[in-house]
């Protein structure tokens, strides 16, 4: 059992899997807080600003955008009509995303949001890291794409 706060002095410190979601929790906690100011989670925080960004987009490229399954995309984007802030419109079997005009009023917050996750993670490793370590895991998952 690993009783110290290094990961590397952990038995599955060379797992990838063990790795990425350890990352992925430190990630998340430090998202979490930098979005909290927008009242939403990193998730649905990302979708809103893609919508306002491209106005009448489609689920279907929200998906592909996010990396995320369809189902989840409909969750969030639930989530974002319940709070007002994006309405879908339905011609035949086509759906369309757009921001509302509250939605539209929070893409100041959002953008500082965003900025301020940037500056917090880019402050802990550095900038060129931080932009190195999300290259490579970039790579490293469109090679996975299984």
Same mark, same amino acid.
């Given at each position: 059992?690993?009783?110290?706060?290094?990961?590397?002095?952990?038995?599955y410190?060379?797992?990838?899997?063990?790795?990425?979601?350890?990352?992925?929790?430190?990630?998340?906690?430090?998202?979490?807080?930098?979005w909290?100011?927008?009242?939403? $989670?990193? $998730?649905?925080?990302? &979708?809103l600003?893609?919508?306002?960004?491209?106005?009448g987009?489609?689920?279907?490229? &929200?998906?592909?955008?996010?990396?995320?399954?369809?189902?989840?995309?409909?969750?969030?984007?639930?989530?974002?009509?319940?709070?007002?802030? &994006?309405?879908?419109?339905?011609?035949?079997?086509?759906?369309? =995303?757009?921001? $509302?005009?509250?939605?539209k009023?929070?893409?100041?917050?959002?953008?500082?949001?965003?900025?301020?996750?940037?500056?917090?993670?880019?402050?802990?490793?550095?900038?060129?890291?931080?932009?190195?370590?999300?290259?490579?895991?970039?790579?490293?998952?469109?090679?996975?794409? =299984?």
């Open positions: 059992m690993c009783l110290v706060k290094k990961l590397a002095d952990c038995r410190h060379r797992c990838m899997y063990f790795v990425s979601n350890a990352l992925a929790r430190k990630m998340e906690k430090i998202a979490i807080e930098a909290k100011p927008a009242g939403l $989670s990193p $998730s649905h925080a990302y &979708l600003m893609l919508v306002i960004e491209n106005p987009v489609q689920p279907m490229a &929200l998906s592909d955008e996010l990396q995320l399954q369809p189902s989840t995309i409909t969750r969030l984007m639930e989530k974002l009509e319940e709070k007002k802030l &994006l309405v879908r419109t339905y011609e035949g079997k086509q759906t369309n =995303v757009y921001p $509302s005009s509250k939605g009023e929070m893409l100041p917050r959002l953008r500082q949001c965003n900025a301020e996750f940037f500056l917090t993670y880019s402050g802990i490793l550095g900038k060129d890291e931080s932009s190195r370590l999300v290259q490579t895991m970039s790579r490293i998952t469109d090679k996975l794409d =299984v």
